[in-house]
Every structure is written in structure tokens, then in C-alpha cells.
């Protein structure tokens, strides 16, 4: 569904600026208009989902390299645990 909106009292500048920038596009100042109003709704959901992150620690902020040793410590963990319930010797 399509809702019709209206402004008023644009001063006259700015109507002017609005329509240059239209022509310049190729586009009625309605179309052009429409275009910011479209553009800005996405930003304001896409600042809205950003903020749903905000405060997170994911480990997006760790130290260059850091991640690698992570998983390496994790999987050498694993390895462990799996020598321990099958009784296999990590002997290196």
C-alpha cells in the first residue's frame, strides 16, 4: 500500500535546490524526493539493526592473529579430551 504525503511551506530556495537537483538526474522532484525519503528509511532499519549488536562481544575486536591462536588452542583442547576418552597417546 502507497500512502500520499505533502509538504508544506518548503521555502523557496530550497524547492529550488530540490528541483535542480531532480533535472539534473533526470527525474520530477516528486521521484527525486521519493529517492531520499526510500534511501533514508533503509539507513534508519540499518541503525536500528546495527544497534541491536551494540555492546556484543563477539570477538570481532580481538588482536590481528588473535582468532588463529584461539582455534588453534581449541582444537589442540579437543584433541586432548579425545586422547583422554580413547585412551590414544598425543606422544609427539
Do not use: W
Not at 518548503?10 to 522532484?29: E, F, H, L, T, Y
Not at 582468532?67 to 609427539?92: F, H, I, K, M, P
Request: hydrophobic letters at 40%; a negative charge.
Amino acid at each position: 500500500m502507497a500512502r500520499n504525503m505533502q509538504i508544506r511551506d518548503v521555502p523557496d530556495d530550497i524547492a529550488d535546490a530540490i528541483a535542480a537537483r531532480a533535472r539534473a538526474k533526470g527525474q520530477s522532484a516528486q521521484a527525486y524526493m521519493l529517492g531520499l525519503l526510500v534511501a533514508d528509511a533503509r539507513r534508519s532499519r540499518n541503525i536500528d539493526l546495527i544497534a541491536q549488536f551494540e555492546g556484543r562481544d563477539d570477538g570481532m575486536h580481538g588482536a590481528p592473529g588473535r582468532t588463529a591462536d584461539l582455534v588453534r588452542e581449541a582444537r589442540n583442547e579437543r584433541e586432548e579430551q579425545l586422547a583422554d576418552t580413547t585412551g590414544d597417546c598425543r606422544c609427539s
